[in-house]
């Protein structure tokens, strides 16, 4: 659930929409973390938090609503990417959450927790494979990475991007009693992707988007310190 299928759903976005705009939709985890932490974990948001969650909401609003980014994407694919991307977060929140208690009783040890890593690595491999050998064009999805250069660029988002990147994610679940401030200092990526887009990537970053991302940073810390 927060591997397999969040992963596949992240990634069709990711490629529909555009790096910079995931990063600000992506800023609607905490929430998700605080809502479901009290479904599942008996923790409730007060007023404060609740504020910052609708401050969020209504900056993903505002980047839902740009008019120029419906230039060079097809409305039904725009609006598509960000309803995934949206139960993308719900899912990878909901895995968290459900791995939070077990992650409290690793804190003795950064071997059983780099073990947890890959526990929780293994399920979203398992279902890309499945869902990969489904497919009717299956061999020519796999024809580009037979290309040296798409190979080593997977290879190294893979390594650094998913193993490393998780590892530390789950350290920091693990050792942050409160998942919501893990979560709220996971979002910090939302400023290296937006750069890192803009200098890679060629994306505008319009100014629509750098009010939303500012709003949306003001609405986690109103969250956390909620």
Wanted: glycine share 6%; proline share 3%.
């Amino acid at each position: 659930l927060g591997m397999g299928i969040a992963d596949l759903m992240f990634l069709y976005s990711l490629n529909k929409i555009g790096a910079n705009r995931i990063a600000i939709i992506n800023t609607l985890e905490p929430s998700f973390v605080l809502i479901l932490s009290f479904f599942i974990l008996g923790v409730w948001m007060n007023v404060t938090q609740l504020i910052g969650f609708l401050i969020i909401s209504g900056a993903v609003l505002i980047i839902a609503m740009e008019k120029s980014s419906r230039k060079d994407i097809d409305i039904t694919t725009y609006y598509k990417g960000i309803l995934l991307m949206i139960c993308a977060i719900s899912f990878s929140s909901t895995g968290i959450i459900i791995m939070k208690p077990v992650l409290d009783k690793l804190t003795h040890s950064m071997e059983l927790q780099i073990w947890a890593t890959m526990f929780r690595l293994f399920p979203g491999v398992l279902i890309t494979v499945i869902i990969l050998l489904l497919k009717k064009d299956c061999k020519e999805l796999l024809l580009p990475i037979m290309n040296k250069n798409i190979a080593s660029k997977l290879l190294l988002a893979s390594g650094l991007g998913t193993f490393f990147a998780l590892i530390f994610w789950i350290v920091g679940y693990s050792n942050i009693p409160n998942p919501a401030l893990a979560s709220i200092l996971g979002q910090m990526s939302a400023v290296f992707i937006i750069i890192l887009a803009r200098i890679y990537l060629k994306e505008v970053i319009t100014p629509i988007r750098i009010i939303s991302m500012c709003i949306a940073f003001f609405g986690m810390v109103l969250v956390v310190t909620g």
